[in-house]
Structures are given as structure tokens and as C-alpha cells.
DNA sequence: TATTCCGATAGTGAC
DNA sequence: GTCACTATCGGAATGAG
């Protein structure tokens, strides 16, 4: 597991399956079970690990986590239920694109956010906010399944929407950048 | 006459013809032969001193001038006569465009060079370059000329081509731009 | 669908 | 094709082992 050297999210790591076939689309190095299993488990504990470090980052600002702290500190007797706190794991994606470029098979471990100054263009944002990005749940591919054929990048040039509220930007990259900069001091609220 | 506030020429001034009916489109307002003979009288006289400015700005580096004042300087006798020195009136273009924006009419006066900071594109430059640029001489223009239906611009988008030895840039402006530098100094020592 | 640099292209708003 | 500003789009070079 490293860094991403060029992040797109606040948080983005990349899973790099022990394997020999690290050439392979993801797509076909994933139709191997064991290797599939394997990267599986290794995505769930980087995913903690990205859920904690959220937590770290953000929980002061969340409301649903402070919810939880309140309880913990004022001793609040809710019949001796805390509060979960928030689902940072749910604010965590895992999954491959369907062109990648880099040669050697990895997997994205990011946050949903896509605050980065490393995120500078639509086809960034479109590679983690189409279906370029296949979720690691998803593999193995069916034989019939359209995004065998997306490895083109055709999709990259959809029109860009927020992942969050869903409003439409056409192909104005800057307005979704300032728009993605108003919605992440309200996702760290949730 | 006023120098153009946006020269696309190291020399680049404009006649403003003292008339009421500015706003006409100069292949209009033209077909007045008044207008037309005062306009170019005054011309004529702007065109001198453009090619005097010339003279006193690059006489210095030209070949052809040297050897005028070589025979001045040193009293040559070549039968009396004194050669000519550069014809810098041959670099001086007189008209206007075929789809001016400016409301009030004007005629463009300038040096052929296109040498100048505010010389930023290729429709800049191609409106001095192409058929989109009319001599004052040429008017006015048959009924029949194609330059009529050249007010919408198209030809602006025509391939770059230098004014002195022909060479394309196609749509690389640029590279055209570093190009005239060097066409530039050897202009000068024509 | 690697980045980065440069430059061409496109829309706007102002004057 | 007025300018100036911003941004989008497009090609070319890049470089580790």
C-alpha cells in the first residue's frame, strides 16, 4: 500500500496486489479468485485504516460524531448505548478504473471528497464519478458487462456532475471545483 | 489621424475621414467619391510620413540607404546623380478591413513588418494578411467583388502564412510570431 | 484514462 | 475580426530501471 504521488481526493491510497501479473487490466487480473480475496482483504483493512484517519481529520467539524463524543464525555446514560458516531467507511471508496495508465495493477483507496490540488481537470474527476471507476465489490466483471468496453475513456468526457448534491456543470471544470470546495465544509458536517 | 491605440505594426496609425456618416461600413461609406478622393489625398500624406518615420527609425541598418549616404557623406560623383535610397513607401499598406469592429470608420496606415506587442493572434495578424485587408486604392469595389461577403471573418482563420517569404505556419502563431522577429532584422537591412 | 509545459481555442464581459 | 480575462482543449515531451 502507498500514497497516491497525485492524490484527487484528501486521502488516496493505491493497493498493490503481491502478484507476478501486475501487467494485466485489472479487469482480467481480478477474474483470478485468490488474487481477487486476497486484495479484498487487504482493501477492508486499508479502508479502516482511511475511515480512521478521516475520522482523525474531520470528527471535530461532524456533527453525528460529536453526537457520540458528547455522550462519551458527559457520561450521558442513553441505557448504555453510545452513539456509533459516524460512518467514515461509507465515505470510502475502493476500485479500479476501467483504462488505467500506469503499468502496474492498483487499486484506488480514496475518500469521496475530491479536494486535492492535484484534481485539475475533468478527466480526473470523471475517473473516480463514472463508471471508469468499477468497485472492487464489483469484480469479477460479467462476460456481458459494458465496461469491458470503456477502457477508451469515452466516458471521461461526460459532463461533469457533483457527487454529492448531483447539480450538472457541463464541461465547467472551475465552477465544479469551487462548487466541490462549498460541498466538502458540508460533508465534513455530516 | 490618431496612432492605433493596439498597433499591429512598429508603425501603425489611423485616418478618421471627417465626415458625418461614420458608422457606414468603409466599402459603403467609400463609394462616395468625395470621401473617397479627400481620404486618399490625406492618405497620401500620411503614407509620406510613415515612410519618413521609417526612414529615420531603420535608415540606419538598410543597405540600400547606405549607399546613398555613402555618396552624400563622401560626395561621390556618380554623374551627379544621388541614389534614391530605400522606396520605404513600398512598406507602407493603406486600406481597411472588410469587417471592421470599431464603429467610427477608419484607415489603417502602417508598416509591413507586424512587429508589436499587441500583435497577440492569428486573426491579428491574418486582418492585415489576407483579402480580409483592402487597399484604399482598391475601392471602390465592384458590384460583383467577393469581398463584399467577407464581413463575417471566415478568412481570418486561414493558415498563417509569412508576409515576407511565404512560409505556412498553419494555425501555430507562435511560431509565426518568432518567425517575423527574424524577418524583422533582415527587413530592416533591405 | 501519468504530469507538465506550452499554446491554440472559446466564451464573457467591458468599453 | 476591439481588448482583457479566464478557462478549456490539444499536442509534445517527459523518464525510471
Known amino acids: 500500500m502507498i500514497r497516491d504521488k497525485f492524490p484527487k481526493s484528501s486521502i488516496h491510497l493505491l493497493i498493490l496486489p503481491r502478484t507476478g501479473r501486475t501487467r494485466l487490466h485489472p479487469f482480467v487480473a481480478f477474474q483470478d479468485g485468490d488474487l481477487l480475496a486476497s486484495t479484498r482483504a487487504e482493501a477492508i483493512k486499508v479502508k479502516g485504516m482511511v475511515a480512521e484517519e478521516l475520522r482523525r481529520m474531520f ?38 478504473h476501467a483504462g488505467p495508465s ?4 492498483h487499486v484506488h483507496v ?5 479536494i486535492s490540488p492535484c484534481m485539475k481537470h475533468g478527466k480526473h474527476y470523471n475517473s473516480f464519478n463514472t463508471e471508469f471507476f468499477v468497485g472492487l465489490e464489483e469484480l469479477p466483471l460479467k462476460e456481458e458487462d459494458v465496461r469491458w468496453r470503456k477502457d477508451r475513456g469515452g466516458g ?25 470546495d462549498e460541498e466538502f465544509e458540508e460533508w465534513k458536517k455530516d
Open 102 to 105: 500506469m503499468s502496474h495493477l
Open 59 to 96: 470528527g471535530r467539524e461532524s456533527v453525528t460524531e460529536g453526537v457520540r463524543r458528547a455522550a462519551i464525555e458527559h457520561g450521558i446514560d442513553d441505557g448504555g448505548v453510545v452513539p456509533e458516531g459516524r460512518d467514515w467507511e461509507a465515505e470510502v471508496m475502493v476500485g479500479v
Open 156 to 180: 471521461l468526457r461526460e459532463d461533469l456532475e457533483c457527487w454529492r448534491c448531483g447539480r450538472g456543470f457541463e464541461n465547467r471544470f472551475a465552477k465544479l471545483k469551487s462548487h466541490l
Open 110 to 114: 480514496l475518500s469521496r471528497d475530491r
